[in-house]
């Protein structure tokens, strides 16, 4: 009997004939094979098929990729199809094998993209997903409301034990609400992990006797597999709020184990992810894979920045935090985190553009370079939130705060 | 003092200003920011920032990527690299932080591909490599030399306990080398791996009575890496030979980690690696993607096939094959994998194009879809591929061997 429970997803394709390739990769993509093979019973095709259940073309024209069968010009298709469920169960990576697996490299395709992903809320609810997200991570920082200001160690990476201090030491007495690790920076000789674990969790205790405010700091434990749980065991035993995990270079089943024994948020980056999703005619759209992150636990996601230095647009950077802003099951709403040229500049239109504060925003220069000092640099970036909530002219804000003044300068 | 040892990637790029482009992100994915910050002294810039060591334009045209920069015509490079290796020390993760990580979706870049990949003897000394490889393979197969024939169970899904058995008594009485899981199938309700593992493990015993030859399961272990552990365990404790990985579902560490405790050669697969690689601007080569795969222990790794079903072309598949057989420091070679599409007919153009027969070849309908039944299929492949090694045409062979004249009709 046919599984009433279906994972769609839908992709836009080319091929010389995008009906007979979508029929093809649907039987690839399960009980399918090219050639007949005794076994292949009707049954077993009705039970376990995937089935393509609309198909638009919405174009013609040169093939996007390149392929062994260089088809002159190719048809591009909308192409929905549905999975049965039985064939997955519940695990992600069984999932990207049916959803995003050998597909891609099918020669009749000259441009395979997985643009959106529904999943069956059985699936949803068999996992997890974050364990703190926004709730949990502005109850750690007794931070209840407004957009969260963190930033980058700068230089990220490089520094000695008295340099680093002296950075972090900066940033909590200047009351940020998070400092990360750049994700160049994990074990190295010359400032082990475990040293900055102790250090940054002793500068954040000190400051916070001053400040009055928590900081998070969000320690980068990639690394060998066998010893994950260890570097996130250093960071918990000494104190720490975060650990950060470069989920594409570790891949989602490593998130997804580090869910289980985690006991603080775990801030996810993305770096790495742009090579399987920057061309738009291949690979897996950040609507589809942000699904996974956070079915997987990860409770802070990199979207990039609006402004940014990265190679999407504004509207794609708010498009990937709508997505994140959406509802997944009955899972906790993960945090956001904005990255790269963000300044007093950005939350007005970030705010525009989405209208939440439940955000990390990371700021560089703006914190550590700010002419007033980082204190200065993230009170000038909480007012300009506040005047974008506000509805405040940044010029305005200027006029009556000399740290947004100097910081526009 | 700046580290002698040097990782250099050589880099296909697009920049409006190749140049300027190329320090940039030589700076980025090192030592460098985008604003100036105290503490980045000229000694950390020295000791830690990545070079340009080389640069060569290449050409004009429009911009490959879409990016929020958008310049009409870009120009092309081929740019070389080295960041020092103290940067990274020896984790995979982090080399691929350094080498393969933000720089996809920088925004002045709008093409940028990781061609090739050198790594410090140092570097390459700390991994393990392949526990088994070709020599081990062969080992446990009992067999010296020529190519290994194998094959997928098919329907690869959807197969019932006594279908299944049959299926695998089959190929085992066929004194098949290797018969492989799907990488769509790994634990599901219907068929779950304790079950096949148990099922084909007595079917191949019992067939080695018959036949008296060894024939290797590669068991699907894809799944969290909760359980990795234990289903690998599974597969040992029952006698099978071989762990099957999806490694880009899961993620080079995880192939790391299993490298570490695997009592069996790992069968590496490839799913889902076309999405960052299919595209000839984005993401990574094979070339260096299968350094890492090896560095991080695989004993078999996919390669595709020549005359395939996938996008690359038959001299993309000897490229891959070749790197293949290149030497990485003094790990024991790897057995590559040839899969979809693969018959008698194949093994002429390959032994062309590689030279070898330490070569893993899974043919699928010549074997179970053969007239004479799974042995004549897989007798048909033998002979083929000592014809190829011989020189012989394969219309002479079928003259004088029925299996190889009903293969090629």
Redesign the interface.
Known sequence: MRDPRRITGVYAIESADPARSAAGFAGE???G????????TDE?RE??GAEVVELVETGEGLPS?????APATVRSARVAVEFPM????T????L???V???L??????TACRLDELALPAEFVAAHAGPAYGVAGTRRSLDQPDGALIGTIV??????GED?FR??VRDLARAAIDLIKDD??L?????LPLATRVRIATEEIRDAEQITGHPTMYAFNI?????GLRARHDTVVAAGGRAVML?IP??????L??LR?FAEVPIHGHR??????M???????DYTVWQQLARLAGADHLHV?GLG???????DEVATNIRALQAPLGATTPVLPTLSS?QNVRTPAPTWQAVGSTDLLMLA??GI??HPQGSAAGVHSLRAAWDAAVGGEPLSDLAERDDAVAKALA
Chains 1, 2 share one sequence.
């Open positions: 993509q399960s009980s094979t090219f050639t007949a093979v005794p076994g292949e077993l039970r376990f990729l390149p392929s062994r069968l039985e064939n997955v169960g695990d992600i990576a069984t990207l094998a049916a995003a697996g050998n891609f490299e099918l020669g009749d395709l700068k230089p990220n990476i490089g520094l340099e002296g950075v994700e160049l994990t074990d190295p000789a010359y990639a690394g060998d597999l066998a470069p270079l570790m891949g989602l089943p490593a997804e184990w289980t770096a790495g992810l742009a090579a399987q920057r061309h738009p005619g291949l690979g897996v990039g940014s230095k990265f190679s999407e647009t504004d040229g560089g220069g550590i370079g």
